[in-house]
Protein backbone atom coordinates (compact mmCIF):
# COMPACT_ATOMS: atom_id res chain seq x y z
CA UNK A 1 0.00 0.00 0.00
CA UNK A 2 1.39 3.37 -0.99
CA UNK A 3 -0.07 6.46 0.74
CA UNK A 4 0.44 10.00 -0.85
CA UNK A 5 -0.86 13.42 -1.48
CA UNK A 6 -3.72 14.03 -4.00
CA UNK A 7 -2.71 15.70 -7.25
CA UNK A 8 -4.91 17.20 -9.40
CA UNK A 9 -4.52 14.49 -12.35
CA UNK A 10 -5.98 12.30 -9.54
CA UNK A 11 -9.62 13.60 -9.76
CA UNK A 12 -11.01 11.09 -12.20
CA UNK A 13 -9.75 8.20 -9.85
CA UNK A 14 -11.34 10.49 -7.03
CA UNK A 15 -14.42 10.96 -8.17
CA UNK A 16 -14.74 6.79 -9.23
CA UNK A 17 -13.53 6.11 -5.56
CA UNK A 18 -16.22 8.36 -4.24
CA UNK A 19 -19.06 7.30 -6.17
CA UNK A 20 -18.44 3.30 -5.88
CA UNK A 21 -17.53 3.34 -2.00
CA UNK A 22 -21.03 5.46 -1.71
CA UNK A 23 -22.85 2.74 -3.74
CA UNK A 24 -21.25 0.25 -1.55
CA UNK A 25 -21.63 1.45 1.90
CA UNK A 26 -24.88 3.47 1.53
CA UNK A 27 -26.99 0.85 -0.24
CA UNK A 28 -30.16 0.47 2.61
CA UNK A 29 -29.32 3.46 4.23
CA UNK A 30 -29.52 6.46 1.45
CA UNK A 31 -32.77 6.51 -0.88
CA UNK A 32 -31.28 4.46 -3.73
CA UNK A 33 -32.34 7.66 -6.53
CA UNK A 34 -29.53 9.25 -4.60
CA UNK A 35 -27.48 6.76 -5.24
CA UNK A 36 -28.40 6.07 -8.54
CA UNK A 37 -28.07 9.63 -9.55
CA UNK A 38 -24.36 10.17 -8.26
CA UNK A 39 -21.70 11.12 -11.31
CA UNK A 40 -18.02 10.14 -11.53
CA UNK A 41 -17.90 13.09 -13.60
CA UNK A 42 -19.26 15.79 -10.99
CA UNK A 43 -17.34 14.12 -7.80
CA UNK A 44 -14.05 14.51 -10.16
CA UNK A 45 -14.71 18.04 -11.21
CA UNK A 46 -15.35 18.39 -7.33
CA UNK A 47 -12.15 16.88 -6.35
CA UNK A 48 -9.75 18.77 -8.95
CA UNK A 49 -11.32 21.89 -7.72
CA UNK A 50 -10.17 20.91 -4.37
CA UNK A 51 -6.89 20.07 -5.40
CA UNK A 52 -6.46 22.64 -7.60
CA UNK A 53 -6.68 24.93 -4.60
CA UNK A 54 -4.19 23.95 -1.88
CA UNK A 55 -6.24 26.79 0.78
CA UNK A 56 -9.35 24.53 0.63
CA UNK A 57 -7.40 21.44 2.32
CA UNK A 58 -5.05 18.51 1.58
CA UNK A 59 -6.68 15.17 0.37
CA UNK A 60 -4.01 12.05 0.68
CA UNK A 61 -4.61 8.64 -1.47
CA UNK A 62 -4.09 5.38 -1.04
CA UNK A 63 -2.87 3.01 -3.64
CA UNK A 64 -2.94 -0.73 -4.10
CA UNK A 65 -0.76 -2.15 -7.20
CA UNK A 66 -1.26 1.65 -9.18
CA UNK A 67 -4.67 1.88 -8.29
CA UNK A 68 -6.39 4.52 -6.03
CA UNK A 69 -8.87 2.44 -3.12
CA UNK A 70 -9.68 5.12 -0.72
CA UNK A 71 -8.85 8.07 0.15
CA UNK A 72 -9.00 11.22 3.02
CA UNK A 73 -9.51 15.09 2.73
CA UNK A 74 -9.19 17.18 5.96
CA UNK A 75 -8.94 21.02 6.60
CA UNK A 76 -10.34 23.70 8.15
CA UNK A 77 -13.21 23.52 10.54
CA UNK A 78 -16.45 24.51 8.01
CA UNK A 79 -19.08 23.82 10.84
CA UNK A 80 -20.03 26.74 12.91
CA UNK A 81 -21.22 24.81 16.10
CA UNK A 82 -17.80 22.51 16.30
CA UNK A 83 -15.70 25.13 15.85
CA UNK A 84 -17.40 26.81 18.60
CA UNK A 85 -17.05 23.77 20.28
CA UNK A 86 -12.95 23.64 19.75
CA UNK A 87 -12.75 21.60 16.72
CA UNK A 88 -11.07 23.89 14.21
CA UNK A 89 -9.68 20.67 11.95
CA UNK A 90 -12.36 18.81 10.39
CA UNK A 91 -12.34 15.65 7.93
CA UNK A 92 -14.30 16.12 5.53
CA UNK A 93 -14.50 12.84 3.51
CA UNK A 94 -12.43 9.11 4.03
CA UNK A 95 -13.71 6.54 1.91
CA UNK A 96 -12.29 3.40 1.40
CA UNK A 97 -13.38 0.82 -1.10
CA UNK A 98 -15.57 -2.48 0.58
CA UNK A 99 -12.18 -4.96 -0.95
CA UNK A 100 -9.94 -2.83 0.68
CA UNK A 101 -12.03 -2.14 4.15
CA UNK A 102 -10.66 -3.78 7.05
CA UNK A 103 -7.04 -4.16 6.20
CA UNK A 104 -5.84 -0.89 8.42
CA UNK A 105 -6.30 1.56 5.22
CA UNK A 106 -8.76 3.65 6.92
CA UNK A 107 -6.53 4.69 10.46
CA UNK A 108 -3.60 5.05 8.64
CA UNK A 109 -5.58 7.19 6.45
CA UNK A 110 -6.77 8.83 9.55
CA UNK A 111 -3.66 9.08 11.16
CA UNK A 112 -2.24 10.89 8.13
CA UNK A 113 -5.09 13.88 8.15
CA UNK A 114 -4.47 14.61 12.33
CA UNK A 115 -0.99 14.85 11.19
CA UNK A 116 -1.32 17.43 8.69
CA UNK A 117 -4.12 19.25 10.75
CA UNK A 118 -1.12 19.33 13.69
CA UNK A 119 1.15 20.58 11.30
CA UNK A 120 -1.28 23.15 10.76
CA UNK A 121 -1.58 24.09 13.98
CA UNK A 122 -5.34 22.10 14.23
CA UNK A 123 -5.02 20.61 17.95
CA UNK A 124 -8.43 18.89 17.59
CA UNK A 125 -10.72 17.58 14.36
CA UNK A 126 -14.12 16.20 13.93
CA UNK A 127 -16.15 14.66 11.48
CA UNK A 128 -19.82 13.98 10.05
CA UNK A 129 -21.40 10.55 9.50
CA UNK A 130 -24.11 9.12 8.71
CA UNK A 131 -26.36 7.91 12.26
CA UNK A 132 -27.04 4.78 10.02
CA UNK A 133 -23.70 3.90 9.05
CA UNK A 134 -23.11 1.54 12.00
CA UNK A 135 -19.73 0.03 10.70
CA UNK A 136 -18.05 3.57 10.12
CA UNK A 137 -19.47 4.80 13.49
CA UNK A 138 -17.58 1.94 15.57
CA UNK A 139 -14.34 2.40 13.24
CA UNK A 140 -14.45 5.80 14.69
CA UNK A 141 -14.86 4.99 18.13
CA UNK A 142 -11.98 2.62 18.33
CA UNK A 143 -9.69 5.20 16.77
CA UNK A 144 -10.91 6.97 20.04
CA UNK A 145 -13.69 9.32 18.32
CA UNK A 146 -16.52 10.92 20.92
CA UNK A 147 -19.85 11.82 19.90
CA UNK A 148 -20.08 15.58 19.93
CA UNK A 149 -23.32 16.40 17.73
CA UNK A 150 -26.22 15.05 15.52
CA UNK A 151 -28.15 17.20 13.06
CA UNK A 152 -30.69 16.60 9.94
CA UNK A 153 -28.43 16.90 6.34
CA UNK A 154 -30.03 19.75 4.85
CA UNK A 155 -29.33 18.43 1.40
CA UNK A 156 -30.40 14.89 1.88
CA UNK A 157 -33.07 15.16 4.97
CA UNK A 158 -30.45 12.11 7.10
CA UNK A 159 -29.76 12.35 10.29
CA UNK A 160 -25.51 12.14 10.78
CA UNK A 161 -23.43 12.61 14.07
CA UNK A 162 -20.28 14.02 14.76
CA UNK A 163 -17.47 12.59 16.21
CA UNK A 164 -14.50 14.34 17.96
CA UNK A 165 -10.97 14.26 18.79
CA UNK A 166 -9.97 17.26 21.29
CA UNK A 167 -6.51 15.97 20.95
CA UNK A 168 -4.75 15.31 17.86
CA UNK A 169 -2.34 14.51 19.25
CA UNK A 170 -3.64 11.07 20.61
CA UNK A 171 -5.03 9.98 17.17
CA UNK A 172 -0.89 10.37 15.00
CA UNK A 173 1.37 10.59 17.97
CA UNK A 174 4.65 12.36 17.09
Not at 20 to 39: D, K, M, N
Not at 75 to 94: H, P
Amino acid sequence: MIFREARPDDSAALGAVHVASWRETYAGIVPEQLLAGLSEDERAAMWRTVLENPALGSVFVAEAEGEIVGFGACGAQRDVELKSLGYEGEIGAIYVLRSHQGSGLGASLMRLMATRLLDKGRTAASLWVLSDNLPARAFYERLGGVLVGERLEEQTGLSEVAYGWSDLEALAPR
